[in-house]
């Protein structure tokens, strides 16, 4: 009786969350809402600037117009569930939506890290030489490059969400943390899932490793290129086109870094502390970097917020 218990395969995933936590859960789905509703609408305005205004239909607008489309669809794959978990006493999800959720989380997380180099080589080229700027970053160029953006994360997260299906799920279903995370996942398969994690591994060198080196040296190029230009206005002219970028990139890989750098702790009442901590840097890093994106480029530039003051007054010239 106790093997054919253990053949059983699993067709839905509990969600364990905060569920320890009952106190915190509503504190956390008010402020997890209020931070949704700006990423929607701080994306949403940068989308819709660059594609009505015209002095914004350049490479570096086009791919910031893509990255504030991938936010919004990196965090609709996930808060709204992580939402409904904390207001439903039993977190349960579909095995079938659950497998769709950790395809969309992934493959946004992993062309999100593509298009950050993309950006950066966009910036290279504009500074380093910006007279072939025209002729290198054309639209016959910077467009692939985008596509060619969310095609590798798609394709990264299809390989590594069916190697995770392939694994037989058939004892706990319960997955410690507030979404469907691959690595969560993976601990609940009852098999070898040797295979899965070096397979992940190379793929964090293909779409984290890769992209950091390719935006340091590219940044090492820039800040080359600026100290070497005579004015002082012209250098802070030509790294206030870079500067956003360059705080996008920090906040992104800083979280990371944050997230997976620290220590563990050995102690088990610091373990359960540590474990709330980690899943709540986990949700917040999923929220705090598309809401700050749009915060930071409207702050940081004065194309954009030309654009939005243009974009607002038009609006209640209207009405």
Known sequence: ??????????????????????????????????????????????????????????????????????????????????????????????????????????????????????????????????????????????????????????????????????????????INHFTCEILAVLKLACADISINVISMGVTNVIFLGVPVLFIFVSYIFILATILRIPSAEGRKKAFSTCSAHFAVVVVFYGTILFMYGKPKSKDPLGADKQDVSDKLTSLFYGVVTPMLNPIIYSLRNKDVKAAVRDLVSQKCFTQ
């Not at 956390?28 to 594609?51: E, P």
């Not at 497998?99 to 946004?108: H, I, N, R, Y």
């Not at 997380?109 to 993309?118: D, F, P, R």
């Open 1 to 174: 009786m106790e093997n054919a218990n253990q053949t059983v395969s699993v067709t839905e995933f509990i969600l364990l969350g905060l569920s320890a936590h009952p106190k915190l859960e509503k504190t956390f789905f008010v402020l997890i809402l209020l931070m949704y509703l700006v990423i929607l609408l701080g994306n949403g305005v940068l989308i819709l600037v660059t594609a009505l205004d015209s002095r914004l239909h350049t490479p570096m607008y086009f791919f910031l117009g893509n990255l504030s489309f991938l936010d919004i669809c990196y965090t609709t794959s996930s808060v709204p569930l992580i939402l409904d978990s904390f207001l439903t006493p039993r977190k349960t999800v579909s095995f079938s939506a659950c497998v769709m959720q950790m395809f969309l989380s992934f493959a946004m997380g992993a062309t999100e890290c593509v298009l950050l180099g993309m950006m950066a080589f966009d910036r290279y080229v504009a500074i380093c030489n910006p007279l072939r700027y025209p002729v290198v970053m054309s639209k016959a160029a910077y467009v692939p490059m985008a596509a060619g953006s969310w095609a590798a994360g798609s394709a990264a997260s299809m390989v590594q969400t069916s190697l995770a299906m392939r694994l037989p799920f058939c004892g706990n279903n319960i």
